[in-house]
């Protein structure tokens, strides 16, 4: 009888740990950032995110055998209007011709990820540091995995051009984008 309880005990805990380092996770926007920050005028820093966003990640064993994600460009929100109107407009995002901002992982480790990031219907090879969170079960039972990607991007290279000179020297905004995504996601 005790033989049995405790090999139905181990079946059950390794049932578990194979599910839980094994899944598809879609991302919670309720609980996920996707940021960026450039500078302005060369002495401040502009901070601004995107507020709708999808994605999908497959995670095993906590490295990432696959991920991909969707940004709708028109959500760009700098909490200054006249400036998110500016970001949407044809100088920059042109969100009336190029309504989405994808990105598709094409290699993984540890520490780095590697992946497709098309802004402007320009498509360019970028790499992000990586730093997992975790894994999880929420009070409600679903599993739940969090990280963060960081990385820099010029948007130039994606056809974001438009700039201004400032007359003590630099321009108006800076080639240079911080990226900052803050994912947390559902097991499905």
């Known amino acids: 009888m005790k033989k ?3 090999a139905s005990v181990l079946c059950g805990l390794l049932m578990s740990a194979s599910v839980a380092s094994a899944a598809v996770y879609k ?10 920050k450039v500078k ?4 401040s820093t502009v901070t601004g995110k995107f507020n709708n966003f999808s994605g ?11 991920l991909s994600g969707s940004i709708k460009a028109d959500s760009v929100d700098t909490g200054i209007a006249k400036r998110d109107d500016h970001l949407r407009s044809a100088d920059f995002f042109d969100v009336a011709h190029f309504g989405d901002i994808t990105f598709v992982m094409t290699s993984a480790t540890k520490s780095k990820m590697t992946g497709n990031l098309t802004i ?3 498509t360019k090879k970028v790499v992000l540091d990586v730093d997992m969170g975790g894994v999880v079960e ?3 039972g679903n599993q739940r995995s969090g990280f963060v990607l960081n990385g820099k991007i010029n948007r130039k290279d994606y056809g974001l051009n ?7 020297g630099g321009v108006v905004v800076g080639d240079e984008v911080k990226i900052i995504v803050e994912i947390e996601g559902i097991a499905e």
């Open 4 to 6: 049995g309880f405790f």
């Open 27 to 36: 991302v919670d926007p309720s609980h996920s950032t996707v940021g960026f």
């Open 40 to 43: 302005h005028m060369m002495i």
């Open 56 to 66: 999908t990640y497959d995670l095993e064993k906590g490295q990432f055998k696959s």
């Open 120 to 122: 402007h219907g320009i």
């Open 138 to 140: 929420d009070p409600w």
């Open 162 to 168: 438009w700039n201004k000179a400032i007359e003590a």
